[in-house]
């Protein structure tokens, strides 16, 4: 079936350092990815999301980066802060037979951010 | 702004009982509702997609004889977990999407659900 692979892991970095976390989606009709960051005991919350129809979109220290051909995303973070300690998750929009929308995950990126 | 709210946050059954859980969408008219239960290792699998006016599609593994939803308008939600045991534990998260151009989902906290 449908599968998004995330890697890595986890992530630890000093504050201010860059980061960089990778996606990739074997469904080809899938045409948008929203991410995700989960704070511990907080719910999953909207971060950013590209369009199969775009390349790459940017919102503050967040550049999301989308190769269609290699079904490839890439999710930059700049400038870190200990505030952006959460799990990452990517996930693919594929149409539910007609019924609307499913997203399917990724096993999500667990970033560290060290004061 | 969109929110997604769900009630109740937390909940402890007995092994066999059922419990409801609700999901309200708010500042938005969700144009279907999808149910989610996180593992304790993080991952999701989906339970069913709800679509006003739609049948309800479940995912393998799971049926509307063990998690009936209701759905009866653009703006609330509800699933039943019924003879609930120890591996129906985890979080249950519900996302709604905005619908349109621009149709994004947004979720709500979770329903956490700890059965003895």
């Known amino acids: 079936g449908e599968q998004v692979e995330q890697l890595p892991s986890s992530l630890i970095v000093q504050e201010g350092a860059s980061v960089l976390i990778n996606c990739s989606y074997t469904?080809?009709?899938?045409?948008?990815f929203p991410w995700y960051k989960q704070e511990p005991g907080k719910r999953l919350q909207f971060i950013i999301d590209?369009?199969?129809?775009?390349e790459r979109k940017q919102n503050q220290r967040l550049t999301l980066l989308f190769d269609k051909k290699t079904k490839h995303l890439s999710l930059h973070i700049t400038a870190t802060q200990p505030g952006d300690s959460a799990i990452y998750f990517c996930?693919?929009?594929?149409?539910?037979?007609?019924?609307?929308?499913?997203?399917?995950f990724g096993t999500g990126t667990l970033l560290s951010v060290k004061p | 702004g969109a929110l997604v709210y769900q009630y109740p946050r937390r909940t402890i059954c007995k092994s066999g009982t059922s419990m409801r859980m609700e999901c309200q969408a708010v500042?938005?008219?969700?144009?279907?509702v999808a149910w989610y239960r996180q593992s304790p290792q993080k991952t999701f699998e989906l339970i069913a997609l709800?679509?006003?006016?739609?049948?309800?599609?479940?995912e393998q593994n799971f049926t509307q004889e063990k998690f009936p939803i209701s759905h009866p308008n653009l703006s609330f939600s509800s699933m039943t977990v019924l003879n609930a045991y120890l591996e129906d534990r985890g979080l249950y998260l519900c996302?709604?999407?905005?619908?349109?151009?621009?149709?994004?989902?947004?979720f709500g906290p979770g329903t956490r659900l700890l059965v003895l």
């Open positions: 996930s693919a929009s594929i149409n539910y037979g007609g019924s609307g929308n499913k997203l399917i």
């Open positions: 469904d080809s009709a899938s045409v948008y």
């Open positions: 590209i369009r199969s129809n775009m």
């Open positions: 500042g938005f008219q969700a144009t279907s």
């Open positions: 709800s679509t006003v006016n739609s049948a309800i599609k479940y």
């Open positions: 996302g709604a999407w905005t619908g349109g151009n621009q149709d994004t989902q947004y």
